[in-house]
């Protein structure tokens, strides 16, 4: 097999095995681990190079403990401004949301030891795209290191959240926009079925 032909198998592995991980085991990433995901993560397209994202790294549990509650708090008083962001596992209802929210065990992050949050420096219109391009070389890299990860939008309000971003060093005028949970899974997560692509139309 030639190389070119075993880098696509294995960037094409990588795409097709990435999940969203909910449930990990509860040993801690180190810094170099760390590292190579932040260097995959800025390889990533970016408008006109402008390179505007931004990142922080939380591992400290008793944080991650406060922003999730703070984060539910959040949820609990407005749930419905928060129904398209936070997602239920499959067959759940409306009434589990508010159990789960409601739950003093229950933690957005689902437990995990590393939050890496994308943040975009206001830099032009298409910031956000960029952080979230960044956010999907990040889930890559990370699914072919052999670790899980999944986007938490739910904790996207909590941390653009004037006293969050102090207590984590975000400057006022700088937006989180791609909060990503890392870690070690906890057991195998099972494949998810996608709809074909819907295409509208198909100019020749």
Not at 131 to 160: D, K, T
Request: proline share 7%.
């Amino acid at each position: 097999m030639s190389d070119a032909n075993s880098l696509e198998r294995a960037t094409l592995d990588a795409i097709y095995r990435r999940r969203a991980v909910r449930s990990y085991k509860p040993q801690r990433l180190d810094e170099p681990t760390i590292r190579k995901l932040l260097d995959a993560a800025v390889h990533a397209p970016t408008a006109i190079h402008e390179e505007a994202w931004a990142f922080v790294v939380v591992q400290d549990k008793a944080l991650l403990k406060r922003i999730s509650d703070r984060a539910k708090k959040m949820a609990g008083d407005e749930l419905a401004k928060h129904r398209d962001l936070l997602k239920a596992p499959q067959g759940s209802s409306e009434g589990h949301l508010t159990s789960m929210l409601a739950s003093a065990e229950f933690n957005i992050f689902y437990d995990a030891g590393t939050l890496i949050v994308i943040c975009a420096r206001p830099m032009g219109q298409f910031v956000s795209a960029d952080c979230w391009l960044a956010a999907e070389n990040l889930m890559l890299a990370a699914c072919a290191m052999g670790l899980g990860s999944c986007p938490i939008g739910f904790s996207i309000p909590v941390l653009n959240a004037a006293d969050t971003k102090r207590e984590l060093g975000i400057p006022s005028d700088v937006a989180a926009v791609a909060p990503l949970i890392v870690g070690v899974p906890s057991a195998p997560t099972p494949e998810v079925p996608r709809k074909p692509p819907e295409i509208l139309r198909w100019v020749r």
